[in-house]
């Protein structure tokens, strides 16, 4: 008598799971796909707003990024009437900066100093009533998963703050 050397027919349960749980795979491998279609994984830029003593300073910054991308980082400082004679004066918490590979800052500040905490620059004055500075860098590709919270802040002649705005960045992995 001859024994089949043909596996036993699978359970119909079996085969149903397989089933679905190739089913669901497919699904999610879909869904993920089409969420970077639509550009949910990239970077996302923010805008943060604040005012007070004659001045008006706008922050563009990254919300969400994912590291050794570049993002953007922008300062804008209004002051109706132009800046007068003396240095514009702005402070930057120095660890949120700690995250990037610095290409360049533009302008490049007269002077730049750091109090610990905050990288202090001094910009000589522009003409009209607007500056801007922009950062140009990358996240480091070591930070990930990471919550970095930044200030930026117009300083009077004394070193005081004049107005104060605050943001946070995103590092996805």
């Not at 360049?104 to 610990?116: K, R, T």
């Amino acid at each position: 008598m001859s024994q089949s050397t043909l596996p036993d027919p699978p359970q119909i349960r079996t085969v149903r799971r397989g089933r679905f749980g190739r089913r669901l795979f497919t699904i999610a491998l879909v869904v993920f796909l089409g969420l970077g279609l639509l550009g949910l994984y990239g970077i996302r830029t923010g805008e943060v707003s604040a005012s007070g003593g004659g001045y008006q300073l706008t922050v563009t910054y990254t919300k969400i990024i994912r590291p050794g991308l570049a993002g953007p980082w922008s300062v804008e400082i209004r002051h109706p009437g132009g800046f007068g004679d003396a240095p514009v004066t702005v402070a930057v918490t120095s660890s949120y900066f700690d995250a990037f590979d610095e290409n360049g800052l533009d302008p490049d500040p007269a002077q730049s100093v750091s109090d610990g905490s905050r990288s202090i620059w001094k910009f000589d004055p522009p003409p009209g009533d607007v500056m801007a500075v922009s950062f140009d860098a990358r996240i480091e590709p070591g930070v990930q998963l990471t919550r970095l919270k930044g200030e930026v802040a117009v300083l009077d002649e004394a070193g005081s703050d004049v107005v104060t705005a605050r943001f946070r960045t995103l590092v996805m992995p």
